[in-house]
């Protein structure tokens, strides 16, 4: 059991700037989250996958960011045009759905961004 | 009110102490609750889980939950210099996580 990976673990941008993270679940698990969290907050949940498909969306991701799970296994997270209130730690998370799992999510080590 | 409201920090225990953290929820149909356990600069690390009311132990923490009151604690028996963390409290929502802003404790030496 490898764990939950993320890729970058830092990405330091300029404003305006497109950037692009990468989450790989533990192998077996069917649902994939992301979160954001800021310093001295909990994490806020952005949305989530079953499998590839995207089940919900917090009213927190803007146009401004899209995720994608295409074939059910690593999912990425884009964020367009930067601004520096997206500067912030993106936290990637996984589970396993059904009977045979208990639903307990798994949090990957975050991408931590900063906007300049 | 937020969703998920824990007691105001920091906490600071001496070693060999008992730390008690709590935490309430206001969806009264919220069926399952998580504490994590988080670093300083790292990632959340699940610790415990309940969904029965009731109290659930594993090694020196105890999570207990009371739905009626919409009520979770953490207790975490002869604190440790290791558990000096943020306790994050986190429930299920339909699928989707809602935390806490998390309890700091400092287990002093």
């Known amino acids: 059991d490898t764990g939950v990976s993320q890729d970058p673990r830092h990405k330091i941008t300029k404003r305006g700037q497109n950037v692009t993270f990468r989450c790989d679940p533990i192998s077996e698990h069917n649902r994939l989250y992301w979160y954001r969290q800021t310093l001295g907050q909990g994490p806020e949940f952005l949305t989530y996958?079953?499998?590839?498909?995207?089940?919900?969306k917090s009213r927190l991701l803007s146009d401004r960011f899209s995720a994608e799970r295409p074939k059910g296994s690593f999912s990425t997270l884009e964020i367009q045009r930067t601004e520096q209130g997206d500067s912030a730690m993106y936290l990637c998370a996984s589970s396993l759905a059904g009977s045979s799992g208990s639903g307990e999510q798994f949090f990957g080590p975050g991408t931590r961004l900063t906007v300049l | 009110q937020k969703e998920v409201e824990q007691n105001s920090g920091p906490l600071s225990v001496p070693e060999g102490a008992i730390a008690s953290l709590n935490c309430t929820y206001s969806d009264r149909g919220s069926q399952s609750f998580f504490w994590y356990r988080q670093y300083s600069g790292k990632s959340p690390e699940l610790i415990m889980f309940i969904y029965s009311n009731g109290d659930k132990e594993d090694g020196r923490f105890t999570a207990q939950l009371n739905k009626a009151s919409q009520y979770v604690s953490l207790l975490i028996r002869d604190s440790q210099p290791s558990d000096s963390a943020t306790y994050l409290c986190?429930?299920?929502?339909?699928?989707?996580?809602?935390f806490g802003a998390g309890t700091t404790v400092t287990v002093r030496a």
């Open positions: 986190a429930v299920n929502n339909d699928y989707k996580l809602s």
């Open positions: 996958f079953q499998n590839e498909a995207q089940l919900e």
